[in-house]
Each structure stands twice: as C-alpha cells, then as structure tokens.
C-alpha cells in the first residue's frame, strides 16, 4: 500500500474528470518520481492558478484579470452574445475562431433530476445583459441533449420580452461525418433543418 501522503494524492487525482483510480495511481507515481520534471511545475503552476485567476464578473469567463481580455477587447462584437453552458464550451468557440461577438457562461443547464433551477445559473445576468442597449442577438450554445434544450427554451422564453434576436445553433449531421455510423436523433436532425444548396 502507498504511503498515505501518495495515497491522498491518488484520491485527489481520481476526482479529476477524465482520471479514474488506476490513471491517478499512474499520474501520481510520475509525479513523485519525477520531482523536479513534473512535480515541482506542476506544483508552481497550482499556485499560480490559485493567487491569479478570477472569475469575470461580466461573463462568467476565467481570467488573471476581471473583466476578462474576452469582455476588455474593443475589436469585439458587442451587438451578438453568446450564451454557453460551461466555460469549457467558451474554450472551445475561442479555438474554433468562429464567433467575435462577447459570451455569457450560465455555469450549467436546468435539471430538474439534478435538482438545478433558474436561481442556480447567471441567468439573470444574461437578462440584464440582453437588456442594455446596442445587443442584438443572442446565441443560444448549450448542447443538444435533453437538459440542454429545456435549458435554451426557458432561456428563448426569458429573453423574449428584451426583444434581441435569439438563435440557437445548428444541430445534424457534422463535418466528415458518414451517414451509416450516425445515430438515430441526429439524423432525424439533420434532416429536418436541411437548408437549400448555395449556388
């Protein structure tokens, strides 16, 4: 059996998405038996973290300063806001270069099984945002699963009376995608929004 320093890490480690009791136990024993390789950055970089990131209290982004460069950066849209479930989701448009308008991160979606109301997410922020002057459309980016689009009806509802225009994003068949390996619901999808071809 491990020390019980190690094994205090491994559990620490276990309760990272991604990493399961055997893959913490692996992660661990590279970091002790790589101390100055890999334990004492990471250590450095955990610290880091700790003393200078902040949540913005804009858009719900992580940032070292608050408001976050995202919401600081004058070459921004400021008349399209992006609504996403998580700030992973914002990672995520940022890597894909597709969007340059501003987000809003509601910090997860409505469960009614998980016991997550209205009250639990920045929802009222996204109001009040949809709300100022010069806003004009809203994207709706939470993901197409069950709590996922009860979450983006409850919000379309919401923002309704602030009278932005609110889109949802696409949803079907993805980029490379072969129709045989596709399951059931995102075919139905894909052809349902189908959309003449541009000539």
Same mark, same amino acid.
């Given at each position: 059996?491990?020390?019980?320093?190690?094994?205090? /890490?491994?559990?620490? /480690?276990?309760?990272?998405?991604?990493?399961?009791?055997?893959?913490?136990?692996?992660?661990?024993?590279?970091?002790?038996?790589?101390?100055?390789?890999? /334990?004492?950055?990471?250590?450095?970089?955990?610290?880091?973290?700790?003393?200078?990131?902040?949540?913005?209290?804009?858009?719900?982004?992580?940032?070292?300063?608050?408001?976050?460069?995202?919401?600081?950066?004058?070459?921004?849209?400021?008349?399209?806001?992006?609504?996403?479930?998580?700030?992973? $989701?914002?990672?995520?448009?940022?890597?894909?270069?597709?969007?340059?308008?501003?987000?809003?991160?509601?910090?997860?979606?409505?469960?009614?099984?998980?016991?997550?109301?209205?009250? $639990?997410?920045?929802?009222?922020?996204?109001?009040?945002?949809?709300?100022?002057?010069?806003?004009?459309?809203?994207?709706?980016?939470?993901?197409?699963?069950?709590?996922?689009?009860?979450?983006?009806?409850?919000?379309?509802?919401?923002?309704?009376?602030?009278?932005?225009?609110?889109?949802?994003?696409?949803?079907?068949?993805?980029?490379?995608?072969?129709?045989?390996?596709?399951?059931?619901?995102?075919?139905?999808?894909?052809?349902? /929004?189908?959309?003449?071809?541009?000539?």
């Amino acid at each position: 059996m491990p020390a019980p320093a190690v094994e205090r /890490l491994i559990q620490q /480690l276990a309760r990272l998405p991604g990493l399961g009791p055997r893959s913490a136990r692996r992660a661990a024993l590279h970091l002790i038996q790589r101390p100055e390789a890999a /334990l004492s950055p990471l250590l450095r970089a955990l610290a880091d973290v700790q003393d200078t990131v902040r949540t913005c209290s804009q858009c719900g982004n992580i940032d070292g300063r608050d408001p976050c460069e995202i919401c600081r950066d004058p070459e921004r849209d400021a008349t399209a806001l992006c609504v996403v479930e998580r700030v992973g $989701d914002l990672w995520a448009f940022e890597r894909a270069g597709a969007f340059r308008g501003r987000y809003h991160v509601l910090g997860g979606v409505l469960s009614a099984l998980d016991g997550v109301r209205p009250e $639990d997410l920045a929802i009222d922020g996204l109001i009040r945002r949809a709300s100022a002057p010069g806003l004009t459309e809203v994207v709706l980016a939470t993901n197409a699963t069950l709590d996922g689009q009860t979450t983006a009806h409850y919000l379309a509802e919401r923002l309704a009376p602030t009278g932005v225009a609110v889109t949802r994003l696409a949803h079907g068949m993805p980029v490379g995608g072969e129709l045989d390996y596709l399951d059931d619901g995102t075919l139905a999808t894909a052809l349902r /929004l189908r959309r003449p071809i541009e000539r």
